[in-house]
């Protein structure tokens, strides 16, 4: 049997039309798609379909969250917000670890200090007058 090759030194492929033909039909529903999505009549009519599925979905998410909240207390077990609060309640108490922590460092910094470097305390502040009899 003879076999041809192409003129790139590899064997045709008869698939090669059907490829093109597929990729060409791809390129174009893809161009057509993006104009379509990037015109104002596709957002104005995508906003009004949300719209409308929203003000729609609305009550029925309401009911829905009623009922799971009472079937959490049934089982006594925590609600979204009562995780919420516990949560911040978490940070809260992390912000002030965190400020006790910064607050001990300069104590600490302060008391390891050498004699010679520490402000004495016994002697007058600059401009403030002793009282007579005040040691």
Same mark, same amino acid.
């Given at each position: 049997m003879s076999e041809k090759q192409a003129p790139n030194g590899k064997e045709p492929d008869p698939t090669d039309p059907f490829r093109e033909m597929r990729d060409g039909y791809l390129d174009a529903w893809s161009k057509t798609m993006v104009d379509t999505v990037n015109s104002? $009549?596709?957002a104005k009519a995508s906003g009004m379909m949300l719209n409308s599925y929203l003000s729609t979905s609305s009550p029925f998410r309401e009911a829905v969250?009623? /009922?799971m909240l009472q079937a959490l207390q049934?089982? *006594?077990m925590p609600s979204r917000a009562d995780l919420i609060s516990l949560a911040e309640r978490a940070v809260n108490i992390?912000? =002030?670890l965190d400020d006790m922590d910064a607050k001990l460092d300069r104590i600490e910094k302060l008391l390891t200090k050498p /004699? *010679?470097?520490r402000r004495r305390t016994t002697q007058p502040l600059k401009g403030i007058k002793k009282r007579k009899? $005040? =040691?």
């Open positions: 104002d $009549a596709y969250e009623k /009922v049934q089982f *006594s992390e912000l =002030r /004699v *010679s470097t009899g $005040a =040691r």
